[in-house]
Nanobody, 124 residues
Framework: QVQLVESGGGSVEAGGSLRVSCRLS????????VAWFRQAPGKEREGVASIGYGKFTSYADSVTGRFTISQDNAKNTVDLQMNTTKPEETAMYYC??????????????????WGQGTQVTVSS
């Protein structure tokens, strides 16, 4: 059974940094795509960053240069380091995955497995 569990959310002041982590269980294949999505109240869920086999990464334009997605195969975790955060990035952050690699940030419909989310609040 595949489970994705997010952790590390919380509150941060605008301009600050926060790191969220996704622990994957039941999904140990190297050939997989893992991504972070976010959803603010009243808005659609949007892709933030993805990482595929060979550590190919892709980012939404809005976070490029500020966010970094990384993978620890030994721990089977995927982290999202968020720097220079903005109030408009307040949202529930979700980890998602599927069994195939990815080179560019896929649309959310491609993802089979989802976590429950972790809240990130950026205060101005």
């Amino acid at each position: 059974q595949v489970q994705l569990v997010e952790s590390g959310g919380g509150s941060v002041e605008a301009g600050g940094s926060l790191r969220v982590s996704c622990r994957l269980s039941g999904l140990t294949e190297k050939t997989k795509c893992v991504a972070w999505f976010r959803q603010a109240p009243g808005k659609e869920r949007e892709g933030v960053a993805s990482i595929g086999y060979g550590k190919f990464t892709s980012y939404a334009d809005s976070v490029t240069g500020r966010f970094t997605i990384s993978q620890d195969n030994a721990k089977n975790t995927v982290d999202l380091q968020m720097n220079t955060t903005k109030p408009e990035e307040t949202a529930m952050y979700y980890c998602a995955a599927y069994r195939a690699t990815c080179y560019r940030l896929p649309d959310r419909v491609a993802f089979v497995y989802w976590g429950q989310g972790t809240q990130v609040t950026v205060s101005s």
